[in-house]
């Protein structure tokens, strides 16, 4: 995830001399966990991650099996658990699991589609005592009812919204980009400060699940670019006026060097203080700082990886399958630089971004360490000798794999 108002905010309000006090990049002691705690869902969103539907799904993790995986979550010392799904309030215990994370010390987080939060539960949600609750929106009332293939599912959604904030439960908005919304992306902007949002997660689209069929309404590269300046300027212009949202992106780690080049025209002081934060950032972070457990206890790189199977917590605890070193990928994903393969590898910003997420290239070529299809810079940004401008003029061609993937991360 990438913390666009930190970065911002830095360049505005610089420490002594355009320098902060910093020491060495600081590490988690354990991965973040997506847990993907049930399949399944009241709606059938076009893009969706886990190809969800309102049915049983057999073989699911009991309560007790969840609860031996947060008692080995808390000894790892995770430092942030997101409870998903399919639809997690469609789990008879989720708030009893959510209850425990809690008490065990673990960042609570709930990412949820908001329909299900109403006056009957608001009360025991707020209980719980979530430190984030993300609901998603795709675009204004029409178009993201058409995504979510429901009616009145943006009312509902955004009615969770007021009823969080009624509660003081930091909420959030997650909006995922594609040609189909992009252009009201300055809306759900406007979203943001008429309902007091806390925070807005832009997710660029991923190829998995139902993403992976909608992969041809993926945004363009300029469009990307176009939306991400706006982001930059919209969160630059609510700080000057004192408004602190937390804006933060993911799914695509070219999003740190577009920062640094629009804090080159904007802030061109404080560019090389931002650049080395960036460097302690260190991009992508599959495998290494973030990890994924999915509904039937099956351990993934992270949440785009759902058929790469790493091990099941009903076999050996995901402590001890997240130590293993024997796994291709994982050795691949932990190795600084990572073994990539065309303009990744020549790219001049590969120590900022890490090489991105990995799991488009794996899409469309069938090599992870090919070259990132969902980059958005060109070939003169990134000094690749060729040089000259990346085509943008077409969408991206539909992957050639079938596989069932995660899109958004709180």
Not at 233 to 238: F, G, I, L, P, S
Not at 247 to 260: E, H, I, Q
Not at 334 to 352: D, N, T, V
């Amino acid at each position: 995830m990438f913390r666009v108002t930190r970065y911002i905010k830095s360049l505005m309000e610089p420490g002594p001399q355009g320098q902060e006090t910093r020491g060495p990049a600081r590490k988690p002691p354990g991965p973040v966990v997506i847990w993907n705690l049930i399949r399944r869902c009241n709606l059938t969103c076009k893009h969706c991650y886990t190809t969800s539907a309102d049915i049983d799904f057999a073989g699911e993790l009991s309560n007790a099996e969840a609860h031996a995986v947060l008692d080995d979550l808390a000894a790892f010392r995770v430092p942030a658990l997101i409870l998903s799904g399919g639809e997690p309030l469609m789990r008879p215990d989720i708030f009893e699991l959510s209850r425990r994370s809690r008490e065990l010390g673990i960042y609570t987080g709930l990412s949820t589609n908001g329909t299900l939060i109403t006056e009957e539960n608001i009360d025991e949600i707020a209980d719980v005592g979530y430190d984030y609750v993300g609901i998603s929106i795709d675009g204004l009332e029409e178009t993201h009812d058409v995504i979510r293939q429901r009616k009145g599912a943006f009312r509902e959604s955004m009615h969770a919204v007021k009823l969080c904030k009624e509660r003081g439960i930091k909420v959030g908005l997650r909006f995922t980009l594609t040609r189909e919304n992009y252009e009201q992306l300055g809306d759900i902007l406007a979203l943001l400060d008429e309902h007091d949002v806390d925070k807005f997660y832009l997710s660029h689209l991923n190829y998995g699940g139902r993403g992976r069929r909608h992969s041809k309404q993926d945004a363009w590269h300029q469009m990307t670019r176009d939306a991400m300046t706006r982001l930059f300027d919209h969160c630059r212009d609510e700080l000057s006026r004192g408004v602190e949202r937390e804006y933060v992106t993911g799914n695509n780690d070219a999003d740190g060097p577009f920062l640094l080049m629009w804090a080159r025209e904007h802030f061109p002081d404080q560019a090389a203080a931002l650049e080395q934060r960036l460097l302690d950032w260190g991009g992508n972070a599959s495998g290494e700082h973030i990890a994924n457990i999915d509904n039937l206890g099956h351990v993934h790189p992270d949440t785009f990886w759902w058929d790469h199977d790493l091990g099941s917590v009903r076999e050996r605890p995901f402590s001890t399958i997240w130590r293993d070193t024997r796994d291709p990928l994982m050795v691949g994903f932990r190795q600084r630089p990572r073994p990539l393969k065309g303009r990744c590898a020549e790219c001049r910003y590969l120590p900022i971004c890490n090489g991105n997420t990995r799991v488009r290239a794996w899409k469309v070529s069938g090599d992870p360490w090919e070259e990132d299809p969902g980059c958005y810079l060109t070939n003169a940004e990134i000094g690749v000798a060729e040089g000259g401008e990346r085509r943008v003029a077409a969408p991206y061609s539909s992957p050639p794999h079938e596989a069932i993937q995660a899109v958004e991360i709180s």
